[in-house]
């Protein structure tokens, strides 16, 4: 499966199953929280997905905290289409639309650190983004036990 025959585009209300299905499996394995689907209809403008031959194959979403500050969340590609560079494509179209938007740092939490970092995000300590916490981290299972490594990029 050739990457050029992937296009990444912005997600469409048809396409709120299928990222469903997709970030349910990375739920399923404690990689991030389960979105239902009426929650990723709700935020659907959001979200980009890596579309190959029609089938949605991955998603990744954003979200702002301030006008210079983003995050990259809800990065995921179906099992056998992983390794294959689908996620770099859906983190670089992220990347490119929150530079248009004016965007100087971009926040991903992670547990594929390696992966980030080959993209340019270097680790930094989770309280250097109060905003995050504040809006999220307070609403997670995981609060008192975060396993997530923080990276941030400048754009």
């Not at 469409?12 to 349910?24: G, M, V």
């Not at 579309?51 to 979200?63: L, N, R, S, T």
Request: charged share 30%.
């Amino acid at each position: 499966m050739p990457v050029t025959d992937t296009c990444v585009r912005n997600a469409r209300l048809a396409d709120a199953s299928a990222i469903s299905r997709i970030t349910e499996g990375y739920a399923g394995e404690g990689i991030m929280l389960k979105r239902p689907v009426e929650n990723i209809i709700e935020h659907i403008r959001d979200f980009f997905v890596a579309d190959y031959k029609g089938q949605v194959i991955g998603c990744c979403a954003i979200a702002f905290y301030t006008v210079k500050l983003a995050e990259i969340r809800s990065l995921a590609v179906l099992e056998e289409f992983r390794s294959k560079g689908i996620g770099r494509l859906l983190v670089e179209k992220a990347e490119a639309v929150l530079s248009e938007e004016g965007v100087k740092e971009v926040l991903v939490l992670t547990l594929n650190p390696g992966f980030f970092k080959r993209m340019g995000y270097k680790e930094i300590e989770k309280e250097y983004f109060p905003q995050k916490i504040w809006r999220d981290c307070t609403n997670c299972p995981k609060l008192m036990a975060c396993d997530e490594i923080a990276m941030v990029k400048m754009l």
